[in-house]
């Protein structure tokens, strides 16, 4: 084979490698990009759902302190009624004894 003829076949050869090459750097470059996509895709769906389990989360701990607040109001209100119960069954011995240390008090003073 002629000198010039060897020479254009390893410029055409060397230009079809370097197309190859470019080519495989533009695919990598491409391939790189999807990744990066999908990751930040994957990312922003996790936080999502992060956001989401978050909410729940909060919601039912919420439901948990109204319940028990609920309770302690309920317990409260029934101690209360216990109190003043107790307190109006106490009512006439408070008078009666009232009255008696008045009575006291005022036989001593005469």
Known sequence: MPRPE???RIKTAESDADDIVAEAEADREERIADARRKAEEIR????EEAREHESE????A???IEAERE???K???EARKRLVRDAEANTEEAV???ID???EAVHAQT
């Open 96 to 98: 009666e004894y009232a």
């Open 44 to 47: 922003q769906q996790a936080e």
């Open 101 to 103: 240390q008045f009575e």
């Open 71 to 73: 309770e302690i109001l």
């Open 6 to 8: 060897v020479l254009e």
């Open 57 to 60: 989360r909060l919601a039912a």
């Open 75 to 77: 317990e409260g209100e």
């Open 62 to 64: 919420r439901e948990e």
